[in-house]
């Protein structure tokens, strides 16, 4: 069992950044990759980007490459996402989730890969 819980969303400007984390309880954190989603209102949960378990890879979705980053730190049981030049069409519920070995490229962006699930943290961009 792994508990995640988000946090740093909020109200931004336009342009602005954020900086969301999840803290992951267990022992077992730096056995999966993370993930982080989002989800808008009247739509499908999309991949927003992932980390391997050591930090060594990333893989982003297209419309974030180049304005994200994720990170993670395992001494902390915590992923972040570090969120630059954001856009209205950012707006969204922003979760992390854990996938469980296999790694296949493929799995990174299908939330049914996913085993557990934060309640998610609420990002609004304001143009």
């Known amino acids: 069992q792994v508990n995640l819980v988000e946090s740093g969303g909020g109200l931004v400007q336009a342009g602005g950044s954020l900086r969301l984390s999840c803290a992951a309880s267990g022992r077992t954190f730096s056995s999966y990759d993370m993930g982080w989603f989002r989800q808008a209102p009247g739509k499908e949960r999309e991949f927003v980007a992932a980390?391997?378990?050591?930090?060594?890879?990333?893989y982003y979705a297209d419309s974030v490459k180049g304005r994200f980053t994720i990170s993670r730190d395992n001494a902390k049981n915590t992923v972040y996402l570090q969120m630059n030049s954001l856009k209205p069409e950012d707006t969204a519920v922003y979760y992390c989730?854990?996938?469980?070995?296999?790694?296949?490229?493929?799995?990174?962006?299908?939330?049914?890969?996913?085993?557990?699930w934060g309640q998610g943290t609420q990002v609004t961009v304001s143009s």
């Open positions: 980390v391997s378990t050591n930090g060594g890879r990333t």
């Open positions: 989730a854990t996938l469980p070995a296999p790694y296949y490229s493929s799995y990174y962006a299908d939330p049914k890969r996913y085993s557990y």
